[in-house]
Structures are given as structure tokens and as C-alpha cells.
């Protein structure tokens, strides 16, 4: 539970920091909503093995999110930041669709179409993790960019083993000439989802300047964990 504080309201740099936290929480979400449907016990035990990493990261993801305690009115009911962004799942589930179409691109397999989702995913998430990177150091928020940067080694963990896991699968699974035929098409549609991503972080600011409101006590929860 996360109390929600005085503030009401917040500056624009700050907000999109904010914002980037939650909907990079989300990216989260639907990396792990995505490879839900993959039933082979091979790569869960991939996943489990750099469980940690992804807990740190999602953890931190929300705290930064919910830290400014900021609530939002939304159809004359008090919300908590987390609530507010659920109003683009719509956003949020056009990303799934996109990456679970372009996963079906390669007539391989079943096993080895297994392997290749999830490599796209590995490859998406580092992808974004870079995009995220960036984004908030153009940011004018000196405070906020320090609780980053402290972070920062959780950060480098999940990304330097998200690096060997695409090293490993694309070895040991995948048609390395048809890897690198899709390369093209698989960069164009993450820098789709990624300015997609950005967008809906200033969209996102620019409308909740409107929304947000002083509560002193009320508590709201934190969505469920990855």
C-alpha cells in the first residue's frame, strides 16, 4: 500500500518521469503476459534464473512511479497514479498484438517458433530498457535522475543477461540467416513500440496536470507484481 501525499499537482519534467516508470512497469507486464502462452519448461528455467533482476528492476519501477504521491480524478472518484495509467491498456495492448503478429513471421517449427518469440521479446525488452535510459536523462530532474542512476546496476544486470540470453538462444535455436533477414523488420516495429511508448509518457503528462488532486490519507495499492 502506498499513501498517497499533499502535492497537487506536478511540473511537466517530473511528470514524464513519472509516467516513464509506470508505463516502463507495463512494458514489464506485457513481456511476461506475452511469453505466458510459450509452454515449454526450457525457457521458464530461463526466466527463473534471473527472477531477481527482473523483481528489482519491477519493483523500483513502481516505487518511482507511486513515490510522488500524486492521486487523479477520473469520473469524480480519486485514483491512484497506477488506476490513471490503466486508461491506456488499449495503448498497452496494441504493443502485445504487434509483437505476438511479428513473432509469427517465420515458418520454422513449433519448437524453434517457440524460441524465436522469445528472443524477440529478450530483444524488445532490451530495446526499451535502452529507450527508457535515454528518455529520462533528457530530463531536467536532477533529484529524480539521481534515484535513477543509483538504480542503475539493477538495471545493467537485467540487461547484460537479457544480452547472453539472445546470444545463447540465437546459437543454440535459431536460423542465424533468417535471424538476421528479420533483423530489419524486427528494429522497425520496436521503434514503433517505442514512440508509441514515448508518446503515450508525454500524453499521459500533459493530461494528468489537469487531473490531479490533494489527498492527505486515502491508501491505494500497488498493481500485483510481475
Known amino acids: 500500500m ?19 516508470c509506470g508505463f516502463l512497469w507495463w512494458v514489464f507486464h506485457a513481456f511476461y503476459r ?13 526466466l527463473n534464473e534471473c527472477e531477481l533482476e527482473f ?35 488499449k495503448t498497452i495492448m496494441n504493443w502485445i498484438r504487434d509483437l505476438d503478429s511479428a513473432s509469427r513471421n517465420l515458418n520454422q517449427g513449433i519448437a524453434s517458433q517457440h524460441y524465436y518469440f522469445y528472443y ?16 529520462v536523462k533528457t ?15 539493477h538495471f545493467k544486470d537485467l540487461s547484460d543477461w537479457l544480452q547472453e540470453e539472445l546470444s545463447s538462444v540465437a546459437i543454440n535455436f535459431l536460423n542465424q540467416e533468417e535471424l538476421e533477414t528479420y533483423k530489419s523488420e524486427r528494429e522497425k516495429l520496436y521503434e514503433k513500440i517505442a514512440n508509441s511508448w514515448r508518446l503515450t509518457v508525454i500524453s499521459a503528462t500533459c493530461n494528468s ?14 498493481p500485483s507484481n510481475l
Open 2 to 20: 502506498t499513501k498517497l501525499g499533499t502535492k497537487t499537482s506536478i511540473d511537466e519534467q517530473s511528470g514524464k518521469y513519472y509516467f516513464a
Open 34 to 46: 506475452l511469453l505466458e502462452s510459450i509452454e515449454t519448461d526450457d525457457i521458464q528455467d530461463r
Open 55 to 89: 523483481e528489482e528492476v519491477g519493483r523500483w519501477l513502481l516505487d518511482e512511479s507511486g513515490k510522488a504521491g500524486l492521486a487523479f480524478r477520473i469520473e469524480n472518484k480519486n485514483v491512484s497514479i497506477f488506476a490513471y495509467i490503466e486508461q491506456y491498456e
Open 120 to 135: 524477440l521479446e529478450c530483444e524488445w525488452l532490451v530495446y526499451m530498457l535502452s529507450v527508457f535510459d535515454r528518455f
Open 139 to 153: 530530463l531536467n530532474v536532477p533529484e529524480l535522475l539521481q534515484s535513477y542512476l543509483d538504480a542503475s546496476l
Open 209 to 222: 496536470l489537469a487531473h490531479s488532486v490533494n489527498l492527505h490519507t486515502d491508501t491505494i495499492p500497488f
